[in-house]
């Protein structure tokens, strides 16, 4: 049976990362990057599929697992009638060049246990089965470009395609194994001693974790955060992927399966934000750098998504020899929205470039950025008329969403601001008419008086998550009746067990059938509106029970299943990393995030 999802932990390099199970099994490693191929396949829990496990052979009495302090390096406790082993599992940072480390060392805390491991290496998302050959000190499996080698000194024998080894660890004694990839057509390198790297990457990790600056009563749920976002960056770009999975269900055997293995433009803003705020000024930059060169070209060609290093061919793909999780189908690689429409992307780029250059008005590449705006907006003012997808990327048809919309007026605003705060030359007065008239226009033809609230989109019957935003971004005051009035009715209409859904899913909307877990950004918007309007101590209660959800080292998923009490989606999920970083900043200081974008 397979693992909960909140039963793995993350760990990775800053080019690649791997989950590791509660119980000493990897079930999904990326390769170099997170939507190549993986050599252990979608947390199925079946071990033809791939995995790797590293645990006692007789029973297990208690599991305890932890991180250890402010790095990525994860520790498994397993307490067995013979004795006590420990499991650290840590990638080492790779800075330069093609070679990425995967090391488990088995550490005897007393007793004597018997150990096994099991090894199954698949490539192409579970498809191919590699050439295996043993080796002095370990094993070595190659397909097509990819290459993996295995060091240890446990002896290894191959049986029906898998890999296994049996030994004994006894008080103070270390065993250790090293998976390394690397490109097949090039040598391995030099091996490295796995203590050695052990010292060097907890070394790491504590230098990155020292430059942040929050140091509030969250501080240890704000630096899992952060640490989290780091480990889903590629270092070589300053690309930050959404997940670090593709196809964990938002409905447990259900259809809504998506690859989050890419960048998303909406992530822009508050991803900034999270990391400016923190003092991580360098990660802030490239993520700024890579969205200039993702997006650069003809603005009618802009997509939603890229890929870590801004490619756009993201073709969605069914993957039909995969069960998928807990026989969630169909499994996809790829993801279809990147060919979508969605006006609210603009937005959210117009805003993240207008933070940056308030926080370095001096920037390189500063006078093409700000061209590059100026395109996009000519094209957004032709096409803000147009109905499109929307933030959900609904898979039904195109319709005038109330967020795209509002995220329209933001790419005005901000670029105004701009013009206006830094002498940049632009049609503001235009611009300035054009942002009236989207404003007007949303006003009017999004406000249900019948439901005392704006809707989902024009002429719909109620609210969706999304319009959480519009104080965030400031596009009308928190204190505005509308917006208040908006929010009882997302109450109303969108709370379940106290946390927000992102809509009432409908198949004539969004083209899937009913039902998901909620969804947990939108419960961050949720404690920063309840701030904003001054009910603080729900605010509190509510991020209290957020911080709750998050699993025993610290990390969220997409959704949340208030029903089963289990986390769903893609895990573990940067935006709902960031809106807890963001939220926690509000609460903290009664200032942030939300109130640099424009609330008040």
Request: charged share 25%; glycine share 10%; hydrophobic share 40%.
């Amino acid at each position: 049976m397979a693992l909960r999802i909140e039963d793995y932990a993350l760990i990775g390099d800053t080019n690649t990362a791997a989950l590791v199970g509660v119980d000493g099994s990897i079930d999904w490693l990326c390769l170099p990057r997170f939507d190549s191929a993986a050599c252990f396949a979608n947390l199925l829990g079946t071990p033809d599929n791939g995995r790797w496990l590293v645990a006692p052979e007789g029973q297990v009495r208690r599991t305890a697992r932890r991180y250890r302090d402010d790095t990525l390096v994860l520790e498994t406790d397993f307490d067995t009638d013979d004795g006590a082993v420990t499991v650290v599992d840590f990638m080492p940072i790779c800075v330069e060049g093609d070679v990425h480390d995967l090391v488990r060392l088995v550490i005897g805390r007393h007793g004597r246990v018997a150990m096994r491991t099991e090894i199954v290496i698949r490539f192409n998302n579970g498809r191919t089965i590699p050439w295996v050959r043993r080796r002095a000190g370990g094993m070595r499996a190659i397909a097509g470009p990819d290459l993996l080698e295995v060091h240890t000194p446990v002896p290894l024998h191959g049986r029906d395609f898998h890999t296994y080894g049996q030994f004994e660890v006894a008080a103070g004694q270390v065993v250790p194994f090293k998976l390394t990839w690397l490109p097949s057509h090039l040598r391995m390198p030099y091996d490295e001693d796995a203590i050695t790297l052990l010292a060097s990457t907890e070394a790491w990790w504590r230098r990155w974790a020292g430059h942040c600056h929050y140091s509030g009563k969250f501080r240890d749920a704000v630096m899992r955060s952060l640490l989290a976002l780091k480990a889903l960056t590629y270092r070589p770009t300053g690309g930050i992927a959404a997940a670090a999975t593709t196809s964990l269900p938002e409905t447990l055997g259900g259809v809504r399966n998506w690859d989050y293995r890419y960048c998303w433009l909406r992530d822009s803003t508050f991803t900034l934000l999270a990391l400016l705020e923190s003092g991580y000024e360098e990660e802030a930059a490239a993520w700024r750098e890579w969205l200039l060169r993702a997006i650069a070209g003809d603005p009618a060609q802009m997509q939603v998504l890229y890929g870590l290093a801004g490619e756009r061919d993201q073709s969605e793909t069914e993957i039909g020899w995969l069960a998928g999780y807990e026989n969630s189908r169909p499994v996809r690689t790829g993801n279809a929205a990147r060919g979508q429409l969605q006006l609210d992307v603009f937005g959210e780029v117009m805003d993240t470039l207008h933070q940056a250059r308030e926080r370095d008005p001096d920037g390189e590449d500063e006078e093409d950025a700000w061209r590059l705006q100026k395109t996009l907006l000519d094209f957004l003012e032709g096409h803000w008329r147009e109905p499109d997808h929307g933030l959900w990327e609904v898979r039904g048809p195109r319709r005038h969403f109330t967020h795209s919309k509002v995220m329209a007026w933001v790419a005005l605003d901000r670029s105004i601001k701009s013009a206006a705060g830094f002498g940049l030359d632009g049609p503001v007065a235009r611009w300035r008419a054009l942002a009236g008239a989207i404003h007007e226009e949303v006003c009017a033809r999004a406000w249900n008086s019948e439901i005392d609230s704006f809707v989902w989109y024009y002429g719909a019957p109620v609210p969706d998550a999304s319009l959480l935003l519009m104080p965030l971004v400031g596009f009308l005051p928190p204190a505005d009746s509308r917006v208040c009035g908006t929010l009882a009715a997302i109450e109303r209409f969108l709370l379940q067990d106290g946390l927000v859904a992102r809509y009432v899913t409908d198949p004539s909307i969004d083209g899937l059938p009913r039902g998901e877990g909620v969804f947990l950004a939108c419960s961050f918007w949720y404690v920063n509106n309840l701030a904003l309007v001054g009910r603080r101590d729900e605010a509190l209660v509510v991020f209290e029970r957020l911080l709750g959800l998050r699993n025993d080292v610290g990390l969220l998923s997409e959704e949340y299943d208030p029903v089963r009490r289990r986390l769903l989606g893609n895990f573990p999920q940067a935006f709902s990393h960031v809106g807890l970083i963001n939220a926690a900043y509000h609460l903290e200081r009664g200032a942030g995030p939300a109130v640099r974008r424009g609330a008040s």
